[in-house]
Nanobody
Framework: QVQLVESGGGLVQAGGSLRLSCAASGITFSNLDMRWFRRAPGKEREFVAAIKWSGSSPYVSDSVWGRFTISRENGKNTVDLQMNSLKPEDTAIYYC???????????WGQGTQVTVSS
């Protein structure tokens, strides 16, 4: 059974940092491209970041460029999202996703809440 479990969310003041982590099980993690998405209140789901199975070509969306970094450790079956200089508009539920295509992953985690106060 495939499981993606996010952790690291919470409440932080604007300008602060959080590090999200996603632990995968039930899949061959090292074969899968990984992604992070988010859904803010009242908004559609938004792509945030992606990284290839090999750890190459880390990519983040324009809205978080220069502030967020995606990384992975295949030996630990984890993918992280380091979030710096957080803004209130980063408030959302953050989801880890695996496999499939860039914008239609095959597997999803349950999400972790990130709240940035002004």
């Amino acid at each position: 059974q495939v499981q993606l479990v996010e952790s690291g969310g919470g409440l932080v003041q604007a300008g602060g940092s959080l590090r999200l982590s996603c632990a995968a099980s039930g899949i061959t993690f090292s074969n899968l491209d990984m992604r992070w998405f988010r859904r803010a209140p009242g908004k559609e789901r938004e792509f945030v970041a992606a990284i290839k199975w090999s750890g190459s070509s880390p990519y983040v969306s324009d809205s978080v460029w220069g502030r967020f970094t995606i990384s992975r450790e295949n030996g630990k079956n984890t993918v992280d999202l380091q979030m710096n200089s957080l803004k209130p508009e980063d408030t959302a539920i953050y989801y880890c996703a695996a496999g499939g295509t860039m914008f239609r992953p095959a597997y999803w985690g349950q999400g972790t809440q990130v709240t940035v106060s002004s």
